[in-house]
């Protein structure tokens, strides 16, 4: 899947689309290895959409503000800093 970079998630109608929108966000992943990323999905699954910026405050302001931060578990891949649920 082709990814699309989106300026913000902030009022967003990708994020609005979803069922249960989640943005988990990336500390360098291997498509992006020089950005903080916010990827978004929908439940469990993956989308095309996502946000990016060399720094990881700068990444968070682009999530919507009533989004509640998980920290990543000790499970979850290393390039994971955290999600928004």
Known sequence: ????????????????????PMIVIYDKPLDHPHYFVGRLFDLDTPTCWLVKALTLT????????????????????????????
């Open 1 to 20: 899947m082709k990814s699309i970079v989106l300026d913000t998630f902030i009022e967003s109608k990708e994020v609005a689309n979803c069922r249960m």
């Open 58 to 85: 700068e990444v968070i302001e682009k999530v919507p503000s009533h989004f509640t931060r998980m920290n990543r578990h000790p499970a979850d891949d290393k390039n994971i800093v955290c999600t928004y649920l």
